[in-house]
């Protein structure tokens, strides 16, 4: 049984790279967590544990800023769907808005000590250094297991 797998639109890229804040709370995060190297099974798993509307998916799919891809990863294109963007630039923006986005949701304005290192970060490795720190913050403000799936995903979008 094939699996639906999703990729952001470039409507959806934009609104990740382009600071533009379209979308608010949950979904915005949901956006992030959105990768053509995931199946839906995996993404909805996350979704449930940040406390995302059920339905988030496909209220992303019905504004556009995601669309269905092929079906399940075959070794032909896992290395394209799991490397994601070959841009750097674009990847550290990506992973950035992510940190910084999820840290602000569960912390507000107790996070923004953190938010200052953040903006000083300019390469992906920069960023992996603030990974500890990253863990420490979200763990003051929600449970284990979504910091788990925050933290998981952060090191997916640092490692590319």
Known sequence: MATQRYD????????????????????????????????????QQQITLIGAPPDAIAQLATAGYIAPIGGP????????????????VASFRVAKAFMNETIVDARGIRSFGFTLKLERCSTLADLA?????YTEGLLKSLDREVVRAMVDRARELVAR
């Open 73 to 88: 990863l075959t070794p032909t294109n896992d290395s394209v769907a799991v490397n994601g963007s070959s841009d750097p």
């Open 8 to 43: 952001k639109t470039p409507k959806g890229h934009d609104e990740i790279t382009q600071g533009r804040k379209n979308l608010k709370g949950k979904l915005r995060t949901v956006l992030f967590l959105v990768d053509a190297g995931k199946d839906v099974a995996s993404i």
């Open 129 to 133: 250094a603030l990974m500890p720190e």
